[in-house]
């Protein structure tokens, strides 16, 4: 199983700042088919998780333009621009380029 | 809009069986793969299970391969999973989740196994 692993583990933050999670893969994420099924998700306290990137650097329909990803190979890299108190919850990277689909740690962003 | 909507938690005593569904809306059900992915009280989430898009296909997590079966019936646009021989480990809320990518996830059912 590719094992994914996030850093930090929480984020204090302060409003109008910058916040940047990251996340590193066992092995690559890059697809026989050339992409990269890396997922970024959010949870907002009691709410199930909702999409926000796709594919690496692929916003959500819906999803902010204050939030950003990048990376590639193992490497990835969650960030936001300026913080808003409705970004509070946790984060968590996800992969689908291989069976069974695993999903880092998650990190809390807090005010 | 599209919904997915589980139902079928409860409580259940260790060694029973639970069937839980997720109602889907708004798309064509039968283009997409469909995950069940868990989440234990105030801890992280973890795939459990998938099924393609005609239901040929299925895989399943190791800790719950021989205990679990996933089906799907296009025509009543439903996702099941059967859970038989629970386990206190798999407490948890219970989510089906549209696509590989996360797309979309529904509310979730929880799954509570205890005596």
């Known amino acids: 199983d590719i094992v994914m692993t996030q850093t930090p583990l929480s984020s204090p933050v302060t409003l109008g700042q910058p916040a940047s999670i990251s996340c590193r893969s066992s092995?690559?994420?890059?697809?026989?088919?050339?992409?990269?099924?890396l997922s970024w998700l959010q949870q907002r306290p009691g709410q199930p998780p909702r999409l926000l990137i796709y594919r690496i650097s692929n916003r959500f329909s819906g999803v902010p333009d204050r939030f950003s990803g990048s990376g590639a190979g193992t490497d990835f890299t969650l960030k936001i621009s300026r913080v808003e108190a409705e970004d509070v919850g946790v984060y968590y990277c996800m992969q689908a380029t291989q069976l069974p689909l695993t999903f880092g740690g998650g990190t809390k962003v807090e005010i | 809009e599209v919904q997915l909507v589980e139902s079928g938690g409860d409580l259940v005593q260790p060694g029973g069986s639970l069937r839980l569904s997720c109602a889907a809306s708004g798309f064509t059900f039968s283009n997409y793969w469909i995950h069940w992915v868990r989440q234990a009280p105030g801890k992280g989430l973890v795939w459990v299970s998938r099924i393609n898009s005609d239901g040929s296909s299925t895989s399943y997590a190791d800790s719950v391969k021989g205990r679990f079966t996933i089906s799907r019936d296009n025509a009543k646009n439903t996702l099941y999973l059967q859970m038989d021989s629970l386990r206190a480990e798999d407490t948890a809320v219970y989510y089906c989740?549209?696509?590989?990518?996360?797309?979309?996830w529904g509310q979730g059912t929880l799954v509570t196994v205890s005596s």
């Open positions: 092995q690559s994420l890059v697809h026989s088919d050339g992409n990269t099924y």
């Open positions: 989740v549209r696509d590989s990518s996360g797309s979309h």
